[in-house]
């Protein structure tokens, strides 16, 4: 696989040695047209792990936040967020807000119990009956049991024995 600076690096040769246009280049050697105006804005830090360790080794107490006011000064800025966590992807708050929406917010409950039940009736038609585009059509439930199919080591219990029926109720198969 070549990377995007590649095809760029090639198609900037293509217009100089033969004098083609960049859009023939581009055709030529595969690049996305977008690519080639790519520029990055990030600053170069081949030496940052040297540069972090000079103050670190200085001075013992220097901590990870003084590191990152030293770098912050050299125009280098720090992520605060962790990646691959379910805060920084949106999918978590999504599916709550959607939850909220369709339980406690479109009807009036008299107590704690009553939207209990409402939310697991409401979990369970989701789960078991809404079809999703993410999923090509599937419902979440059919997916699991599809992937089952194809993956069987990947599971240690058999979805079918969690779908509610005549001898399991609907709440304790949510539970």
Known sequence: MVSAAAKRETVARLQAGFGISGRRARAVSGADRKSMRYGSCRPDVADLPGRLREPAAERR???DRRLHILLRRDGIARRLTKIKRPWTNGQVERMSRTIKEATAERYP??????????????INAYNYGRRLKTLRGLTSYKYICKCRTSE????????????PGPNISARAASA
């Open 61 to 63: 107490r220097f901590g």
């Open 109 to 122: 409950y008299d107590g704690h119990a009553q939207l209990t039940a409402h939310l697991h009736d409401f």
């Open 152 to 163: 069987l080591n990947r599971f240690t219990l058999d979805p079918h024995h969690q779908l």
